[in-house]
C-alpha cells in the first residue's frame, strides 16, 4: 500500500513581511540628549535642549510602530532648570499615555540638569566613566563697574521698582541682592532634590547632605550610591534585553538656520539682508559669548 505525504503550506501571514500583515517589528526608540540645556535656538556649530527642539524626537520615539522602549541617550552638563523639568515631565507623561518604558544611558556627562533629564527614565545606567550628579544650582556672571570707569563711560540706569535691577554688572554687588539670589538657588535646590529623590525613590542611599551637594560621582559609585542602577553601553544593554529588537535613533528636525549652518534662529534675517553691519557684529558678538559660556559649562567636568 503506497503512502503519500501531502505539505501543507504555511499560513500566508507567516509567509508575508510583517509590514504587509499590519504586524510590526519591534523596535527600542534612542532620543539623543546632547547638549547644554537653554531655551531659544542655539548657535552656530553648538547643541543646545530646550522643550522645544526635542520634542519632534520624542513624540516620534514614543508612537514609533512595534516600540518595545525608549532610550534616552544623555550627554549633558545641564543648563536650565526650567527647561530641565520641562523635558522630564514631558518624557514621563508619554512613557504614561503609551505605557513604554524609558532607559537612560550616562555618557560623558549626566550632571545638574542632565541627571535631571536621567531622573526622567525608569532606569538609569551609566558607563564606568560617566559624570554622573552635580545636584545642585550654580549661578555666575561679571562684576564690570570698574571696566566702564577705566573706559570714561558714564552709565545711565532708570528703573520703576527699588529691586529691578538686582545683581547689576555694572553696579557695585550689594549684600541683600546676594542673600535674594541664594534664596532663589535654594528653592530651586529644594525642587531638584524632590525630583530626584520622588524618581529614585528607595535606590537611594544617604542623606540629602551627603547626595544633594553639588558633586558628580563617577559611574560604580554613582550605582553604589543609587544614582543609577547599573553600569553598562547602551548597545549591549539593549542588545541583551530586546534580542529581536531593531534599534533606531529618532532625530529632531533641524530648523532652517541648524540645515544652513547660520547663526542661532536668524536664518532668515541674514537670508534677507536684515543683519549688516552694526547689526551683523551684535549677532556675531553674541554667538561668541553664547559660544564661551556653552564651553564653561562642559569645561566644569573637564570636557
Not at 538657588?185 to 520622588?198: K, L
Given at each position: 500500500?503506497?503512502s503519500?505525504?501531502v505539505?501543507?503550506?504555511?499560513p ?5 513581511p ?9 523596535v ?9 540645556i537653554?531655551?531659544?535656538?542655539a548657535?552656530?556649530?553648538?547643541q ?5 527642539n526635542?520634542?519632534a524626537?520624542l513624540k516620534r ?20 532648570p526650567?527647561?530641565s523639568q ?6 514621563r507623561?508619554?512613557?504614561?499615555e ?12 549626566a550632571?545638574?540638569?542632565g541627571?535631571?533629564?536621567?531622573c ?5 545606567i551609566?558607563t ?13 556672571g ?10 570714561g563711560?558714564d552709565?545711565r540706569?532708570?528703573?520703576?521698582g ?9 553696579s ?6 546676594v542673600q535674594?539670589?541664594l ?5 530651586i535646590?529644594?525642587?531638584?532634590g524632590a525630583?530626584?529623590r520622588e524618581r529614585?525613590?528607595?535606590n ?5 547632605d ?7 560621582w563617577i ?7 543609587g ?7 547602551m548597545?549591549?544593554?539593549l ?6 529588537a531593531?534599534v ?5 528636525k533641524?530648523?532652517?538656520a ?8 536668524g536664518a532668515e ?20 559669548v ?7 559649562a ?6
Amino acid at each position: 500500500m503506497t503512502s503519500w505525504s501531502v505539505a501543507v503550506p504555511k499560513p500566508l501571514s507567516d509567509r508575508l513581511p510583517a509590514r504587509l500583515t499590519g504586524e510590526h517589528a519591534p523596535v527600542v526608540s534612542v532620543v539623543r540628549l546632547h547638549g547644554v540645556i537653554a531655551a531659544g535656538a542655539a548657535g552656530l556649530g553648538r547643541q543646545q535642549l530646550n522643550a522645544d527642539n526635542v520634542e519632534a524626537a520624542l513624540k516620534r520615539a514614543f508612537t514609533a510602530d512595534g516600540v518595545q522602549a525608549v532610550a534616552l541617550a544623555i550627554n549633558s552638563p545641564g543648563g536650565s532648570p526650567t527647561q530641565s523639568q520641562l523635558i522630564g515631565s514631558r518624557i514621563r507623561q508619554l512613557a504614561a499615555e503609551h505605557d513604554v518604558p524609558v532607559l537612560a544611558f550616562c555618557e560623558d556627562v549626566a550632571a545638574s540638569g542632565g541627571y535631571w533629564l536621567a531622573c526622567a527614565a525608569d532606569e538609569i545606567i551609566t558607563t564606568p566613566t560617566s559624570m554622573v550628579g552635580s545636584i545642585g544650582v550654580v549661578s555666575a556672571g561679571f562684576g564690570m563697574e570698574g571696566l566702564i570707569d577705566k573706559l570714561g563711560v558714564d552709565r545711565r540706569l532708570h528703573t520703576a521698582g527699588s529691586n529691578k535691577a538686582r545683581l547689576d554688572p555694572f553696579s557695585p554687588e550689594k549684600e541683600e541682592d546676594v542673600q535674594w539670589l541664594l534664596s532663589m538657588q535654594a528653592d530651586i535646590h529644594r525642587e531638584f532634590g524632590a525630583w530626584v529623590r520622588e524618581r529614585r525613590g528607595d535606590n537611594l542611599v544617604g542623606t540629602d547632605d551627603e547626595l544633594f551637594t553639588g558633586d558628580v560621582w563617577i559611574g560604580r559609585r554613582a550605582v553604589q550610591m543609587g544614582l543609577a542602577d547599573q553600569v553598562g553601553v547602551m548597545r549591549e544593554v539593549l542588545a541583551e534585553r530586546y534580542p529581536r529588537a531593531t534599534v533606531r535613533t529618532m532625530h529632531a528636525k533641524k530648523s532652517l538656520a541648524a540645515r544652513l549652518g547660520l547663526p542661532g534662529g536668524g536664518a532668515e534675517a541674514v537670508l534677507g539682508g536684515a543683519l549688516s553691519g552694526a547689526g551683523l557684529a551684535a549677532a556675531l558678538a553674541g554667538e561668541l559669548v553664547g559660544a564661551v559660556e556653552q564651553r564653561a559649562a562642559w569645561a566644569r567636568f573637564g570636557l
